[in-house]
């Protein structure tokens, strides 16, 4: 059964990977080192170095932790999907996966929704032409230069994002933390003597009114045996 991942996808997610496409839910996982965005339409080889940033991020790996989403030798019994209309992350086995890709909608609105129409038709334009131009081998080098640098923005933001959120969760845990240790190590306020009690005690108790008054008679002796 599909399990969410408590965290928000950085909106420029699928841009740092590269991804060109127009897909709401997209799978990421890796298989024996090659990092894989498949979105049940077509399956592109995702750019490793966004991959790295984002995997190795302190909070996705913490995260993360306990799933298998492949690695330089091994292939993925997991998978990563992305809705990007929601930023919600799930975690699906692959057959799970690959039925909600399947069944998907397509809106292209869906990668760039976070982005000014211009810089959305020159992302898309040139992220498709760099697909494009890898199948064919004709990458050109004034191609990949503008690309890198549009991957390399987005990488960025995507860092940036991350570590807010990460911020936000330790100041958080620090805040607990400290409030915690407080309570454990405040001190109760004295008790206060209830007039009922003590002082009636302190009441009761005999007091010194001073040296006798000269001019006052001796108080009366002891009467004489006479027997």
């Excluded at 490793?48 to 984002?54: E, M």
């Excluded at 990007?84 to 809106?107: H, M, N, Y």
């Excluded at 503008?146 to 995507?158: N, S």
């Amino acid at each position: 059964m599909p399990v969410e991942v408590p965290l928000q996808a950085p909106a420029t997610l699928l841009r740092a990977l590269g991804y060109p496409g127009d897909s709401q839910y997209v799978a990421l996982y890796q298989d024996r080192g090659v990092c894989i965005v498949d979105d049940g339409v077509s399956t592109e080889d995702a750019d490793p170095y966004g991959w790295h940033l984002f995997r190795n991020h302190i909070l996705v790996r913490r995260l993360l932790d306990g799933y298998h989403l492949g690695g330089d030798h091994d292939t993925a019994q997991h998978r990563l999907v992305v809705d990007r209309l929601t930023g919600r992350l799930t975690i699906a086995l692959p057959e799970d996966a690959a039925e909600l890709l399947a069944s998907q909608p397509r809106t292209r609105d869906a990668l760039t929704g976070d982005m000014s129409p211009g810089d959305a038709a020159r992302y898309l334009d040139v992220a498709a032409e760099v697909a494009q131009a890898r199948i064919d081998g004709a990458l050109t080098n004034d191609t990949w230069m503008q690309y890198a640098r549009e991957l390399r923005t987005a990488q960025r933001t995507m860092l940036d994002d991350l570590d807010v959120d990460f911020g936000g969760r330790l100041l958080a845990q620090i805040r607990d933390i400290a409030t915690t240790i407080g309570d454990a190590t405040r001190r109760p306020d004295p008790p206060r003597p209830s007039r009922g009690s003590a002082w009636n005690d302190l009441d009761r108790k005999p007091r010194d009114h001073g040296p006798a008054d000269p001019h006052q008679p001796d108080p009366p002796g002891p009467e004489p045996d006479l027997s």
